[in-house]
């Protein structure tokens, strides 16, 4: 049987009959002890309550067991973010993965999975909680196997002198499903950070990749020097020298014609995520295209009056490529060079600005007459091969070729996709930006 009792709350004075009730009448009918403010309840009689009324509480008490179930959950869940959790594939929602976890659903939303693994019901998961929902309908915990600490937490499993802070992981980067690098610190000199995450044979590293279905990593050793940093991130391609622009936060890598493709990577995956691990922009140039691009540099600033070789290579050595540059650069700046008086910093100044002045007047002309060796072929372009081959193959062969074409053809040649377009771009720009451009003034 089911008893059902109706509450009220004792008040001076009764606004809300339903749910109040007078200190008199308490006294009266309820408790000759009541006081302002106690819930007092009564035994109503559930043969006087009809139907709809029955529903209604039917209704009403499920909800609240749910939310009490709901509630236990959060409490106990919600120190776990970043915790590992082992669970069962029990169905797709919407592309979401629904898994049971034993007393309660996790859900594992499309965007953190890796796109090219696949489940059937049943099957055995691991994920790393990212975020407790308690406003979420369905399922509040929600994982996830794309997120960089996931990996973190996998190599905090397998590693023990991770867990015991001996190896510090200082930084991750993934593209999930085909290749993570990672970077780590020794607390301890007679450690090797790298040695004690590849494991025996390979067993320690194995087990993550095993977990990651053959995402392939590449360790490497921290240090808080940035540019040795950013060639170690780039490895396995090895690094000839590194020009660091504090101003822009970026570096240029110079590395040997051979090594180029390997520095760049697949898609441009492995400078993509050099850069993602270091937290600097990098723009990587073979030997050969940095020679080229200083010598046009260094002839082009010495077109500026005035100048002898010494002191538009001291221009070069501060970093300025263009006489635009120059032109632009405040007169204060120019002062702080080596051997540059204020009398001289201010006739380079103007010296510069007036060629850009007259640049700028014959600026069509110049367009027209740039030659056309700078359209000649692709091999100009700081592209992966990969992706220079794809678009000879659809019948762009020529820088010329391509930069007449839009994005609309390119992507109906059918191997092209939106990533090369950005990667298509990215390398024009800095072609034309380099070639054109330093050439010209």
Do not use: C
């Given at each position: 049987?089911?008893?059902?009792?109706?509450?009220?709350?004792?008040?001076?004075?009764?606004?809300?009959?339903?749910?109040q009730?007078?200190l008199e009448?308490?006294?009266?009918?309820?408790?000759?002890?009541?006081?302002?403010?106690?819930?007092?309840?009564?035994?109503?009689?559930?043969?006087?309550?009809g139907?709809?009324?029955?529903?209604?509480?039917?209704?009403?008490?499920?909800q609240?067991?749910?939310?009490?179930?709901?509630?236990?959950i959060?409490?106990?869940?919600?120190?776990s973010k970043?915790?590992?959790?082992?669970?069962?594939?029990?169905?797709?929602?919407?592309g979401?993965?629904i898994?049971?976890?034993?007393?309660?659903?996790a859900?594992?939303?499309?965007?953190?999975?890796?796109?090219?693994?696949?489940?059937?019901?049943?099957?055995r998961?691991?994920?790393?909680?990212?975020?407790?929902?308690?406003?979420?309908?369905?399922?509040?915990?929600?994982?996830t196997?794309?997120?960089?600490?996931?990996?973190?937490e996998?190599?905090k499993?397998?590693?023990?002198?991770?867990?015991?802070g001996?190896?510090?992981?200082?930084?991750?980067?993934?593209e999930?499903?085909?290749?993570?690098?990672?970077?780590v610190?020794?607390?301890?000199?007679?450690?090797?950070?790298?040695?004690?995450c590849?494991g025996?044979?390979g067993?320690?590293?194995?087990?993550?990749v095993?977990?990651?279905?053959?995402?392939r990593?590449?360790?490497?050793?921290?240090?808080?020097?940035?540019?040795?940093?950013?060639?170690r991130?780039?490895?396995?391609?090895?690094?000839?020298r590194?020009?660091v622009?504090?101003?822009?936060?970026s570096?240029?890598?110079?590395?040997a014609?051979?090594?180029?493709?390997?520095?760049?990577?697949?898609?441009?995956?492995?400078?993509k995520l050099?850069?993602?691990?270091?937290?600097?922009?990098?723009?990587?140039?073979?030997?050969?295209?940095?020679e080229?691009?200083?010598?046009r540099?260094?002839?082009?600033?010495e077109?500026?009056?005035?100048?002898?070789?010494?002191?538009?290579?001291?221009?070069?050595?501060?970093?300025?490529?263009?006489?635009?540059?120059?032109?632009e650069?405040?007169?204060?700046?120019?002062?702080?060079?080596?051997?540059?008086?204020?009398e001289l910093?201010?006739?380079?100044?103007?010296?510069?600005k007036?060629?850009?002045?007259?640049?700028?007047?014959?600026a069509?002309?110049?367009?027209?007459?740039?030659?056309?060796?700078?359209?000649?072929?692709l091999?100009?372009?700081?592209l992966?091969p990969?992706?220079?081959e794809?678009?000879?193959?659809?019948?762009?062969?020529?820088?010329q070729?391509?930069?007449s074409t839009?994005?609309?053809?390119?992507?109906a040649?059918?191997?092209i996709?939106?990533?090369?377009?950005?990667e298509?771009?990215?390398?024009?720009?800095?072609f034309?930006r380099?070639?054109?451009?330093?050439?010209?003034?």
């Open positions: 049987t089911i008893e059902v009792l109706m509450f009220k709350t004792v008040v001076d004075k009764v606004e809300d009959r339903d749910t009730i007078s009448e308490a006294r009266a009918d309820y408790d000759p002890d009541a006081m302002v403010g106690d819930e007092l309840g009564r035994k109503l009689d559930t043969e006087l309550l139907r709809i009324a029955a529903q209604t509480a039917k209704q009403v008490i499920i609240k067991v749910r939310d009490a179930e709901r509630g236990v959060f409490e106990e869940y919600k120190d970043g915790d590992l959790i082992n669970g069962i594939v029990q169905r797709y929602d919407r979401n993965l898994v049971n976890l034993g007393r309660t659903e859900m594992l939303p499309r965007r953190e999975q890796i796109s090219r693994e696949r489940y059937r019901q049943g099957d998961i691991r994920g790393m909680i990212l975020d407790i929902d308690r406003s979420a309908r369905g399922p509040q915990i929600i994982l196997r794309s997120h960089p600490d996931f990996l973190k996998l190599f499993l397998e590693v023990p002198e991770i867990s015991e001996v190896i510090e992981i200082k930084a991750v980067a993934r999930p499903g085909e290749r993570a690098k990672i970077a610190h020794s607390n301890d000199a007679s450690i090797d950070p790298v040695g004690a590849v025996i044979k067993s320690r590293v194995q087990a993550v095993q977990e990651l279905r053959g995402e990593i590449d360790i490497i050793t921290w240090t808080p020097d940035e540019p040795s940093f950013v060639a991130a780039l490895s396995p391609a090895e690094v000839s590194v020009v622009d504090e101003d822009d936060h570096m240029e890598v110079i590395v014609d051979d090594q180029l493709s390997l520095a760049i990577g697949r898609r441009g995956q492995n400078v050099a850069s993602k691990l270091s937290g600097w922009r990098i723009d990587v140039r073979s030997v050969t295209v940095a080229e691009e200083a010598k540099a260094r002839a082009a600033l077109t500026i009056p005035g100048l002898d070789f010494t002191q538009s290579e001291r221009l070069f050595q501060e970093g300025y490529r263009t006489v635009r540059e120059v032109a650069a405040p007169l204060e700046e120019l002062m702080e060079i080596d051997g540059f008086s204020q910093a201010s006739a380079v100044s103007a010296d510069a007036k060629i850009v002045e007259e640049m700028g007047e014959h069509e002309t110049r367009e027209v007459a740039e030659p056309a060796e700078l359209l000649s072929d091999e100009r372009l700081m992966t990969e992706l220079r794809k678009l000879i193959e659809a019948g762009y062969p020529t820088i070729s391509l930069v839009d994005n609309e053809q390119l992507l040649a059918g191997e996709t939106e990533t090369d377009l950005d298509i771009k990215e390398a024009t720009n800095t034309f380099s070639s054109v451009t330093s050439r010209s003034l």
